[in-house]
């Protein structure tokens, strides 16, 4: 074999590994579309579920709102009857009562329960009444297991049932 054919021969092995390389990198390219194809996608599922969270986030705190004055409301009409600070006094005086047990306490305790019964009636008379203030007119002082003050939380407060 001749220098010229050396030389051929050695160019021949050049381009071959040239289109090698051409090939691998056609190959690349196709699976780098494939793959910015599949991002873009994700991309606008991404956006379209942002803008979605943002309306639903936008509609929840109008909601919220709207409940939070509606909250308002019935707490300021049941303030007609009682202060919610002063049923918070109740509950924890109660609390305090049902804790030790003695003759004292448990005359205090139903004397706490008579003033929420009075008030109580009056919503009645107004056609409704305080879930958790009606529980407080209903705790028994001997059974301080039974003694539940979620029952009687500012949610139960303004929850309303007729009478």
Same mark, same amino acid.
């Given at each position: 074999m001749n220098a010229f054919e050396r030389l051929l021969e050695k160019k021949l092995a050049e381009i071959a590994e040239y289109e090698r390389k051409i090939s691998k990198a056609q190959e690349e390219v196709a699976i780098y579309k494939e793959q910015q194809e599949k991002y873009q996608a994700i991309i606008e599922i991404l956006v379209s579920k942002e803008e979605e969270l943002e309306k639903v986030m936008t509609e929840h705190s109008e909601q919220k709102e709207k409940e939070e004055l509606l909250k308002d409301n019935i707490k300021n009409r049941i303030e007609k009857f009682i202060a919610f600070s002063e049923v918070e006094d109740m509950k924890k #005086?109660? =609390? /305090? =009562? &049902? #804790?030790? /047990?003695?003759?004292?306490? /448990?005359?205090?305790?139903?004397? &706490?329960? #008579? /003033? &929420?019964e009075a008030v109580v009636d009056k919503m009645k008379d107004a056609g409704f009444v305080s879930r958790g203030l009606y529980y407080l007119t209903s705790v028994n002082y001997n059974r301080v297991d039974k003694f539940d003050l979620s029952k009687a939380s500012k949610e139960e407060l303004i929850t309303l049932i007729e009478a």
């Open positions: #005086r109660m =609390l /305090k =009562l &049902i #804790r030790t /047990k003695n003759s004292v306490n /448990k005359s205090e305790f139903h004397d &706490i329960q #008579r /003033k &929420i």
